[in-house]
């Protein structure tokens, strides 16, 4: 069983995530911010990766630092589940529909982070009944999750028009993708994806 665990601890937040590649797709998020718990829920519920996630973080000021450090933690935690990579599927992608919103996202785990993020959003913020969410978080924390993971990324909202439609399609996207991505071939399940001989 691919699993991993970390804990991340700054004067802004306190992160501990726990991982496992080769879940079910079972979740216990907590960070403070009810949307992003939404998003979260979603990434381990499609990528049938189990994801714990308990998150403290200076929520009273904004909720970048939370949303930033849990991409990042979230990513590390990827990161050091995956070893040196040996036997996965390496490259993924995924369309995602949701009502009048499709979104495209591709991805290699190839240890060489970048994202391109190509989402536009209607409004500043998503409002829930936990408060209002700045929509420019979004990219950071696909941009922290993608260089902590070690993940070229990229991220595209092809139309759409619902703000939570647009992000929404894009986790479940990247959730996909990694389902895809991680998955052991059968065919080289003790060869790293590479003719570099490493990821």
Known sequence: MRKANIERNTKETS?????????????????????????LEQLSRHSLIDITVKAKGDTHIDYHHTTEDTGIAIGECIQKALGDRKGITRYANAYIPMDETLSRVALDLSNRP?????????????TSSQGDFDTELFKEWFQAFAQASGTTLHVENLYG??????????????????????????????VIPSTKGQL
């Open 15 to 39: 992160i501990a995530v726990e991982v496992n590649l080769d879940g079910q797709g079972n979740y216990n998020i907590e960070t403070g911010i009810g949307f992003l718990n939404h998003m």
């Open 161 to 190: 028009d619902n703000n939570h439609h647009i992000i929404e399609s894009c986790y479940k996207g990247l959730a996909r993708s990694l389902r895809k991505a991680v998955a052991v071939d059968e065919r080289e399940h003790n």
């Open 114 to 126: 970048y994202l391109i993020w190509k989402v536009k959003f209607n409004a500043p913020k998503i």
